[in-house]
């Protein structure tokens, strides 16, 4: 909706979905990942969200982590449309007012908003923020230069405190399709923060799959991947790959690009 057009100022902009003109997404202008892909693709990520949306059932209850400022649960939506309810976790606070400003734009629709980030419990996190890329902010402790993702120098990258809280305790016994995580390395700590919703509600989970920014988190790949399938009750495959999950890893491990990724589906063993 043009709406949303004089908000726009020297440091927003408007980016389209290709087939949703009439939803533009506010976007912060200094970004030079996400809002140059979309501008001139007119696209993110459609197949991965197509493909995830028809594994759901009609009336889907969806919880997305690392909401960003939408593109993500917006697409999500329009493939269930019927969805009863999609939560969408997003720390960074520009990022999360964004969100919210474009959610409303939409006009009626099953999506909520919150300004936080997911975690093992809930506690007060440091956030560091990639000044290029508004989508990657991470929650390491620190932060390797070969995995700056070409954002200079991560000690100078801007840093903010951010409440993070354990979907366990948010979310509770409630009836849940859809676990959507794309949180920069950060998916073991939500994970573990979502152990009793996994167990009681049996979601389909998708993550992105970045095995170097575990190692860098001091955080075993494969220990990681087993607890996921003996202590989840997942199972792992990789999605648009047909490589086993443990070859994909080695294959990424050894990527000559540090910040090489995959999307991987966890689901449930019945």
Not at 45 to 64: A, Q, T
Not at 113 to 136: F, H, I
Not at 184 to 208: M, T, Y
């Amino acid at each position: 909706m043009d709406d949303l057009a004089p908000l726009v100022g020297t440091e927003l902009d408007l980016i389209r979905l290709d087939g949703h003109e009439d939803y533009p997404f506010l976007i912060r202008r200094d970004d030079q990942v996400i809002r140059p892909w979309v501008a001139t693709r007119g696209s993110w990520e459609p197949d991965l969200l197509s493909h995830v949306g028809s594994l759901l059932p009609e009336e889907p209850r969806i919880v997305v982590g690392g909401g960003h400022v939408g593109l993500s649960a917006f697409q999500l939506w329009r493939a269930r449309p019927r969805a009863r309810e999609l939560v969408v976790f997003e720390p960074h606070a520009v990022n999360a007012a964004l969100l919210a400003l474009n959610v409303a734009s939409w006009g009626a629709s099953p999506v909520r908003t919150l300004p936080l980030a997911l975690g093992v419990k809930t506690e007060l996190l440091e956030l560091a923020s990639n000044p290029v890329n508004s989508a990657d902010n991470r929650l390491w402790s620190s932060i390797p230069g070969e995995l700056a993702a070409d954002g200079g120098d991560p000690e100078r990258w801007p840093r903010r405190t951010v409440l993070a809280v354990a979907l366990d305790d948010y979310w509770g016994e409630r009836a849940l399709d859809l676990l959507f995580l794309d949180t920069q390395g950060w998916e073991p700590d939500v994970l573990e923060g979502a152990r009793r919703v996994i167990a009681h509600a049996r979601p389909l989970v998708v993550f992105e799959w970045w095995p170097r920014a575990l190692v860098a988190r001091n955080v075993d790949p494969e220990l990681f991947l087993g607890w996921v399938e003996r202590e989840l009750k997942l199972t792992l495959s990789a999605i648009g790959d047909t490589a086993d999950v443990r070859r994909l890893t080695s294959r990424l491990l050894e990527d000559d690009d540090p910040t090489a990724y995959a999307e991987l589906l966890a689901k449930p063993r019945w």
